[in-house]
């Protein structure tokens, strides 16, 4: 395996003693050349995992290990120089990740740049290569943001992170904030560079069926905590967990005729406040099949036949 995580821990303190607990002891494994899936509703932690895993945020307890190499829990500047060879991100929002104020040459290239082993003549080179092979051309490279469409941003922060070929990529809803038709360009794009390079990929996103087409497993968040993981196949189309089945069921069919004759369920109660998180399971507030331990007892991960973990005392 290439990452991994144990019991790993991000909270905030939000004043007045309380406690935002965003990612709540979360373990995982991602083996090389494989794509990861994080999915889960607005809020789980999913960003959160991603940017504390690669130092981002710092951790505040677990441990965090990358080619068997075990993570500092805060970042120093030497530690940032030395990580951004081998990890990099691709962020949501491609129009607030980018500084406005610098020109492509700049953004692409800082990475280059900061790393200090490049001639500024190597650095354009490099840029003017990074940008056609993500579908730009080096004449872009004087341009600012703004002057870009949402896929063409997108692209400029795929350049920005790849540059540095890394290993291992986060990429944080990368397709969110894009039409359609470019959501297609922009997940065609990383899965060539995934198979030219070979990358390893955590893939965050909300919607099932894009991270059920492009992962190998699907890992589910839910307010912090860790709900499923196994083959993306077999979570998509047989879900153990009763919030991956609420999940599953809630994915909107392709055809409208069929979308428009099923009959759908939502989750009814309240969302448990992920604010000083007490013991018992995050879901047990809105599960149909709660019992009375899942008030008090927060589930472990359960191994299950083939490769599959679920955290629900339904499997105890």
């Known amino acids: 395996m290439l990452v991994r995580t144990e019991k790993l821990k991000k909270h905030f303190m939000i004043g007045r003693g309380q406690t935002l607990h965003a990612v709540d002891g979360i373990s995982l494994t991602i083996d090389e050349n494989e794509i990861l899936g994080l999915v889960g509703e607005s809020g789980s932690g999913k960003s959160t995992f991603g940017k504390a895993l690669i130092g981002l ?8 290990y990358y080619d068997g190499e075990r993570l500092p829990d805060r970042f120093s500047t030497k530690d940032h120089l030395h990580y951004s060879k081998q990890m990099q991100m691709i962020f949501q929002d491609p129009y607030s990740s980018l500084n406005p104020r610098m020109t492509v040459l700049d953004i692409v290239g800082e990475g280059p740049g900061i790393q200090g082993q490049q001639s500024n003549s190597e650095i354009r080179d490099k840029v003017a290569f990074w940008l056609e092979r993500v579908g730009l051309n080096a004449d872009h490279m004087s341009r600012y943001p ?44 990383l899965d060539e560079l995934k198979q030219s390079m070979g990358l390893t990929l955590l893939f965050i996103a909300h919607d099932l069926s894009m991270v059920r087409y492009v992962s190998d497993r699907m890992a589910v968040m839910y307010l912090g905590s860790m709900a499923e993981v196994g083959p993306s196949n077999d979570v998509f189309f047989e879900p153990q967990h009763p919030y991956t ?16 004759r099923r009959a759908f369920k939502p989750i009814v109660g309240e969302i448990t406040s992920p604010v000083n998180v007490q013991a018992g399971c995050r879901f047990a507030d809105r599960c149909p099949k709660v019992m009375d331990r899942c008030l008090v007892e927060t589930p472990d991960l359960i191994a299950l036949p083939g490769d599959r973990q679920v955290a629900c005392h339904l499997f105890d």
């Open 57 to 64: 945020h710092p951790k505040t307890s677990g441990e965090a």
């Open 146 to 189: 703004h002057e870009f469409s949402g896929g063409q941003r997108q692209r400029i922060g795929i350049a920005r992170a790849m540059i540095i070929e890394p290993r291992f990529v986060v990429c944080d809803e990368p397709i969110s904030a894009l039409d359609v038709s470019v959501q297609a360009q922009v997940i065609n794009l």
């Open 245 to 260: 089945q609420f999940l599953v069921e809630s994915n909107p069919e392709p055809d409208p005729n069929l979308e428009r």
